[in-house]
């Protein structure tokens, strides 16, 4: 009897772990929709600007969390960067944040090769991540509204008709 019921709970752990899969390589999904103030902190640039979340306010403002070693992050580059393109002139912001772990030279070669119009940020200390909630999966992308709330969070691609339907309905409130 106890192998039976052994057997029965053993498909539990990778029924769970297969549909966390599916979901994150589904199209993203948002883990949450609130109203929580994104966390002040100062985004160092490629160039060696430095923005604060307090400087952005009033502008509606994306934050996408990747990697260079990233295949998700790699393939969903240009769809962020033809959002940025189709919604910068509505003002939207969008802040390109680097992990801990990735090799400065990799991002600087990914930002130049591809010729990333938005700003780049290197996480060097791990800090930026974990005042977002400890992010530790990429891609995670936030959608911070003009008065600096979280709306939207995303982990893995996020589906970009919806993701464009959003931004339209935060960029004109």
Known sequence: MGTVATNKRSWVKPAVAAAVLLALLGGGFALFSSSTPA????FITLKGQKVTTESLRGRVVMVNFWATSCATCVKEMPQMVDTYNKFK?????????????????????????RKLPFKVAMDTSGEIAKAFGDVTLTPTTFLIDKEGKIIRRYVGEPDFNALHELLQKALAG
């Open 89 to 113: 002139g509505q003002g939207l912001e969008f802040v390109a944040v680097t992990m801990a772990y990735d090799p400065p030279n990799y991002v600087v070669n990914f930002a130049e090769t």
């Open 39 to 42: 966390p002040d902190v100062t």
